[in-house]
């Protein structure tokens, strides 16, 4: 499954961004979809997630400022990021594990940067 991701860019303390992630393929169940980061010399982490059945998880460190959503027509996942700081910049990730037939699968995008700076 490829993974078209955009709305990154250079936004300034307490703007707002709205990422997007598109997936390509058509025929396979999509289970959950995530949202990853990773800032300069740091691990990746998991921003936010969101399953089929429309739990929602967020890091502490975003929790009241991000929002994600899924529109499983479109077969996409947004992140609207508000109150932005720079501890939010980082390159994100979009993340959707997919089920086909009995196995499931686990794919990435190509990451879009996201730099919160005055």
């Known amino acids: 499954v490829q993974l078209q991701a955009s709305g990154g860019g250079l936004v300034q303390p307490g703007g707002s961004l709205r990422l997007s992630c598109a997936a390509s393929?058509?025929?396979?169940?999509?289970?959950?979809m995530n949202w990853y980061r990773q800032a300069p010399g740091k691990q990746r982490e998991l921003v936010s997630g969101?399953?089929?059945?429309?739990?929602?998880y967020y890091s502490d460190s975003v929790k009241g400022r991000f929002t994600i959503s899924r529109d499983n027509a479109k077969r996409a996942v947004y992140l609207q990021m508000n109150s932005l700081k720079p501890e939010d910049t980082a390159v994100y990730y979009c993340?959707?594990?997919?089920?086909?037939?009995?196995?499931?699968?686990?794919?990435w995008g190509q990451g879009t940067l996201v730099t919160v700076s005055s």
């Open positions: 993340n959707v594990y997919t089920r086909r037939g009995l196995k499931t699968f686990e794919d």
């Open positions: 393929e058509s025929t396979f169940i999509i289970t959950a």
């Open positions: 969101v399953t089929d059945d429309g739990k929602m």
